[in-house]
């Protein structure tokens, strides 16, 4: 507490309210992929992940079943603190015993273990129609095949998709985001990349025209540069996703390992801002390439929760992480990397805008790069610490989990 009492003096002094920003801090949600917890397996399929993205790493204790994930990430959610939903992909289906799975035929029914858990934890539910890992996947193509059936299969995908979303927005009570994204590119240079995307245009046309309510379902678009194997040519490049999203009225969503290196996505947020009403974001770590490594209190994650806190946006950009890391208990990569997100939205709300937009504005250019490096050695840890505190979740996560991961995960085999 003296710790915290002192923090909050020192930042009064730059003219910062530390619990206003601890206050706004509890007010975020934040969206946790299942599919952390099992290297983005999923119940499926069979077990082998496809669509140009990748996990490296063999650290034993994978969940295997629905029952392990739920288990693991329980644990994972209970040591994480302020608002979060539950992020889930077609492919975790809960299919019974006779049943063969068949993404073309998915119901509410299949999911029904999933909103049990998200009602008893008061979770919301977003989701993801599972373009991927799958044998209908012909030549890496899905939505943009030249193959009736398979562009059909896939459409009919997504179509039980939205109406699963509709499901879940009602069952929880929370609006549920439904993000598309779609492997289909090319690994060498293609002869035609108009058809594929105007497949794709069409595609999509179809699945949207389920009727579903825009306040209850919030569709996403994710875009793409490449893919392990895909490297040529992505069918769902920025600018498709983009330009489609302005055509149907639907919200585009950033995903930041999905760009060229030096491009940077808290750039180009409030640019959209302006356009859209709502964004979403998936956060991630692109080491060299689109590593999706486990996201850090970093530049690149502060920067981005800069923009969004700047641009008055916590309520208009929907917040996901998105990574997969088999290389560390997946547990923890789940608590770390969502805990260093909610940091850099801490660390963002911790610093005093007006003034420094003032200087911008005024040519004080030297000024600005003082306080920024000022603020950099600021108590920030005593903030987050009483952040931890008020929402009564320990600082220390890496003993209850290396306690669980004695206890149950080593005996996974
Ligand atoms: C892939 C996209 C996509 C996936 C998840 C599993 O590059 O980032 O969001 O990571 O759907
Ligand atoms: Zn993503």
């Known amino acids: 507490m003296r710790k915290y009492e002192k923090a909050r003096q020192e930042y009064l002094e730059f003219g910062i309210d530390t619990d206003a920003a601890i206050k706004a801090l509890r007010a975020v949600t934040i969206s946790v992929q299942c599919w952390q917890g099992d290297d983005v397996l999923g119940f499926d399929?069979?077990?082998?992940?496809?669509?140009?993205?990748?996990?490296?790493?063999?650290?034993?204790?994978?969940?295997?079943?629905?029952?392990?994930?739920?288990?693991?990430?329980?644990?994972?959610?209970?040591?994480?603190?302020?608002?979060?939903?539950i992020n889930l992909h077609a492919s975790y289906a809960i299919w019974g015993k006779d049943e063969t799975p068949d993404r073309s035929?998915?119901?509410?029914?299949?999911?029904?273990?999933?909103?049990?858990?998200?009602?008893?934890?008061?979770?919301?539910?977003?989701f993801n129609p599972t373009f991927f890992s799958h044998p209908m996947v012909?030549?890496?193509?899905?939505?943009?095949?030249?193959?009736?059936?398979?562009?059909?299969?896939?459409?009919?995908?997504?179509?039980?998709?939205v109406q699963i979303s509709q499901y879940f927005a009602k069952q929880t009570g929370m609006p549920c985001l439904m993000n598309i994204w779609i492997p289909d590119g090319y690994k060498d240079y293609p002869a035609d990349r108009l058809h594929p995307r105007a497949r794709f245009r069409d595609s999509l046309d179809q699945i949207l025209s389920v009727p579903y309510d825009k306040n209850k379902v919030y569709v996403t678009l994710e875009s793409k540069v490449f893919g392990i194997g895909l490297e040529a040519n992505?069918?769902?490049?920025?600018?498709?996703?983009?330009?489609?999203?302005?055509?149907?009225?639907?919200?585009?969503?950033?995903?930041n390992g999905h760009y060229h290196p030096t491009e940077s996505v808290a750039d180009k947020i409030s640019s959209l801002l302006l356009f859209h009403d709502k964004i979403a974001l998936h956060v991630t770590r692109p080491?060299?390439?689109?590593?999706?490594?486990?996201?850090?209190?970093?530049?690149?994650?502060r920067e981005i929760a800069q923009e969004i806190?700047?641009?008055?946006?916590?309520?208009?950009?929907?917040?996901?992480?998105?990574?997969?890391?088999?290389?560390?208990?997946?547990?923890s990569a789940w608590v770390t990397g969502v805990r260093s997100l909610q940091k850099a939205l801490l660390y963002a709300l911790l610093e005093p805008h007006d003034r420094m937009r003032t200087m911008q504005d005024y040519g004080n250019f030297t000024d600005l790069m003082v306080l920024n490096e000022n603020l950099k050695t600021a108590p920030f840890g005593a903030v987050w610490e009483e952040f931890l505190r008020r929402e009564k979740v320990e600082a220390d996560y890496l003993t209850p989990i290396k306690e669980y991961e004695r206890k149950v995960m080593v005996n996974r085999k």
């Open 287 to 301: 080491m060299r390439w689109d590593s999706d490594h486990v996201v850090l209190f970093d530049d690149t994650t």
């Open 138 to 161: 012909k030549d890496n193509l899905t939505l943009s095949s030249p193959d009736d059936a398979v562009r059909s299969y896939w459409i009919e995908h997504g179509k039980c998709c």
């Open 234 to 255: 992505t069918v769902g490049n920025a600018e498709f996703c983009l330009s489609y999203s302005d055509y149907a009225g639907i919200t585009p969503l950033l995903d």
């Open 45 to 85: 399929a069979g077990g082998a992940l496809s669509g140009g993205i990748q996990t490296t790493g063999n650290y034993p204790g994978k969940a295997r079943t629905p029952k392990e994930l739920m288990a693991d990430m329980d644990l994972a959610l209970s040591l994480i603190g302020g608002k979060k939903k």
């Open 309 to 331: 806190v700047r641009a008055h946006a916590l309520d208009r950009v929907l917040l996901a992480t998105d990574y997969f890391d088999a290389s560390i208990n997946r547990i």
């Open 105 to 126: 035929k998915l119901e509410p029914r299949h999911f029904e273990p999933w909103v049990d858990f998200a009602k008893e934890r008061k979770l919301g539910i977003d």
